[in-house]
């Protein structure tokens, strides 16, 4: 996807399953692309089920005058599901966090428990992703927040924006301005690092590795610039694995997967 084309087209057609990460990256690349082309097409998966769970979870809401679906969205006959659900939101300032904050909160209390230490650290951790996509990724779109929970599997959670990743603002600071993208996110999960030199700073994306971790089995994703990076808990035992993703990710994006 260039600057200035003037028709781009997305492709997701041949899709048959779209995790909370893919439907926040999904629309945040159509929105950046209806920012810069004349005219966009979303090819809409042919499979049923999932065009429908699309328009439910508000994929295709308040889509820019210029982009174009290749199938009609259906109607739907709305249930209400806050607790296994939450729409597609998007966020642009500290007040939407606030917002969103509480039904990321129902969603985590359908999964783990009313009152449990599990589900306010992952509404908690949620929320430091999101504040940072405000603060540091400068992104033309804001960022995307949705989440589902699956019957008897788990809950997914996924923040992502379109903005300068996690390698480029870190890099900023000089003490850290020689580091590799994957070296700048691994080094970002660190207490104390922080693109901004000041007392204090740097605790957000600790927190939210040491929030997920005590969440029982549970995965982390995080995609940006040329790295990605997984941490995996199971049983009290920690994996990371680190790879570099066959392009380059535009802005952030982060998954919390927590297994049932
Ligand atoms: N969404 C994002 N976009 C760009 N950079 C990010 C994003 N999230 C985190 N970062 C980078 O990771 C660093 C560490 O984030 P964090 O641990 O929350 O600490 P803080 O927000 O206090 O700097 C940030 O300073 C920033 O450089
Ligand atoms: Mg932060």
Redesign the pocket.
Known sequence: MGENQDEVHLLAGSAMWLAPREVCGLRALIDSAAQVAGRVVFHSPVAGDLHRHLARVNFYADLPGNVEITQPVPALNRRDRRERLLELARIRTTCDVGALYGRVSDIARGQFGTGSAAARACATAVA??M???I???D?PIG?LVSAQRYHGTGLELA?V?L????P???R??PSHRGLSDLDAVQH??E?G????QEQ?????????VHDVGRAGQATLRLS?GAAELTLGWDAGLASVNQSIPASHVR??W?AVRLDA
């Open positions: 430091a992703a504040e940072n996509a603060e540091h990724a992104s960022a923040v924006d903005g300068r990743g996690i480029a603002t870190l900023q600071n970002a999960l207490d690092v922080s693109s901004v204090g700073r740097g605790a957000g994306l600790a927190a939210l940006s802005g952030t982060i």
